[in-house]
């Protein structure tokens, strides 16, 4: 039988070819900018070229064009277990990206190698959280930079955010479901944000790991956060 995680990675699978347009429809084009924000801010962090670049849960490949854009020389890696959603990503980028198979819990790549670990709107589909944290950790170079942009649980919703929330949970399903022909993979955004952490518990497990976040944002009405943070031990 197949586990919670490989019913996931499924999941991805069966949605990769309208994946793309529901993003843009169900967050009204806002979460290109998101992306490219959270680049331009590691980018200016960092502020060095020929950089060693991988993207973790890179999906059809959204956040690797943003590295490609902005970042000078870089060499850039993209993984992802769903081969669909790598499919679509193969399409749309230059041919010098290398794309992989694999999951966030076990990167094949040495100790100490990456400038820049980026994953967007993945590690909440990552089963083993914490292993995953670690791995982050064990491929970053000494002062590399994780970036983490992710719809986290909120604590306390105000009326605002009550309204984002009716959406996520009662419009985004429907609308999601109807372009994607795929009901069960939009109700499970919302679910899967309801049991994922809030940003100041990944905070907290990121420090725990040895990381030190420089850069903390939240995005429309708390639903989405940004963190960078760099590796410091
Ligand atoms: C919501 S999509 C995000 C794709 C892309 N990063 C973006 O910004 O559009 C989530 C991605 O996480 C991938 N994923 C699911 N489980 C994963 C895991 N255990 N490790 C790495 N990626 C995983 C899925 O295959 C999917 O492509």
Redo the contacts with the bound molecule.
């Keep these: 039988m197949k586990n919670k995680?490989d019913n996931?990675?499924d999941m991805?699978d069966d949605i990769a070819k309208n994946y793309d347009l529901a993003?843009r429809v169900l967050s009204f084009n806002i979460d290109t900018k998101w992306?490219k924000e959270a680049c331009l801010k590691t980018l200016k962090l960092i502020n060095k070229d020929n950089l060693k670049i991988i993207d973790?849960?890179?999906?059809?490949g959204?956040?690797i064009l943003n590295w490609v854009k902005f970042s000078r020389n870089s060499k850039i890696l993209g993984?992802?277990?769903?081969i669909n959603?790598l499919n679509i990503a193969k399409k749309k980028l230059p041919d010098e990206i290398k794309l992989i198979q694999g999951?966030?819990?076990s990167i094949a790549i040495d100790d100490n190698m990456v400038d820049i670990l980026s994953i967007?709107?993945?590690i909440r589909?990552?089963?083993e959280l914490d292993s995953?944290l670690n791995e982050f950790h064990r491929v970053l170079k000494h002062n590399g930079i994780l970036v983490i942009l992710e719809f986290t649980k909120k604590n306390n919703e105000n009326i605002v955010d009550k309204i984002a929330s009716f959406y996520t949970k009662h419009v985004l399903p429907v609308i999601g479901g109807l372009i994607s022909k795929n009901y069960k993979a939009y109700k499970y955004l919302p679910d899967s944000i309801n049991d994922f952490l809030t940003l100041e518990e990944l905070e907290y497990k990121l420090k725990k790991i040895g990381f030190l976040v420089k850069i903390k944002k939240r995005y429309i009405a708390n639903l989405c956060s940004l963190i960078i943070a760099q590796k410091t031990n």
């Design positions: 995680q996931i990675i991805f993003n992306r973790v849960a890179c999906g059809t959204d956040m993984i992802d277990p769903s959603m999951e966030a819990k967007a709107y993945g589909n990552v089963v995953a």
